[in-house]
């Protein structure tokens, strides 16, 4: 069975927990088969992973947000997260060409009900943390390492959850296993 890469699994968490009641209708990951026959697309799996991921834009916001989280993805990567490929969105396609700039998409389809992200092979095993904040280190140092509430998931308190939306990382830069 296909797996969605783990930067994948990682950047879906993040929004889930910043947008929690958000529209999941227009997401997506895995190609249908009329997409499979194509035979071009992150979204077909190449050695059991899946590199893309579609996320609604509907957050359950105002319009400008799912903009908004856009601009946050866009600069994480342009910032230097090479596990992000290329983003679409409304009509636009971000890519490390002319350094993430925002250039005009001539793809079928807009993209206008979700937006797309492509990781990768860097992001096939690398589920860390996306600093989409960009104040990873700033916030280290302010907040002294000390993590949220925890909140019992799954039986567990060990694990940070819920509450303080993306920041369920350690902030003291440890990884925290989800597994
Ligand atoms: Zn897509």
Redesign the pocket.
């Known amino acids: 069975m296909p797996k969605l890469c783990k930067a994948g699994q990682q950047l879906r968490e993040q929004i889930d927990d910043d947008y929690p009641d958000r529209d999941r209708k227009s997401d997506?990951w895995i190609a249908d088969a009329r997409h499979m026959a194509k035979g071009t697309?992150?979204?077909i799996p190449q050695d059991g992973i899946v590199r893309?991921?579609?996320i609604d834009a509907d957050l359950n916001a105002h319009k400008e947000e799912a903009y908004a989280l856009v601009e946050k993805i866009r600069k994480c990567a342009k910032r230097g997260d090479k596990r992000i490929k290329y983003i679409?969105y409304d009509g636009k396609i971000m890519s490390p060409i002319m350094n993430w700039k925002r250039r005009k998409y001539r793809g079928a389809n807009p993209?206008r009900s979700?937006f797309?992200?492509?990781f990768t092979t860097l992001g096939d095993k690398d589920g860390s943390w996306f600093d989409l904040e960009g104040d990873r280190n700033e916030r280290i140092q302010t907040d002294g390492g000390k993590l949220g509430e925890n909140i019992p998931r799954d039986g567990s308190s060990d694990i940070p959850s819920g509450g303080l939306g993306s920041r369920r990382n350690c902030k003291c830069g440890a990884s925290i296993s989800l597994a």
């Open positions: 997506g697309s992150d979204h893309a991921l579609d679409i993209h979700h797309h992200i492509s």
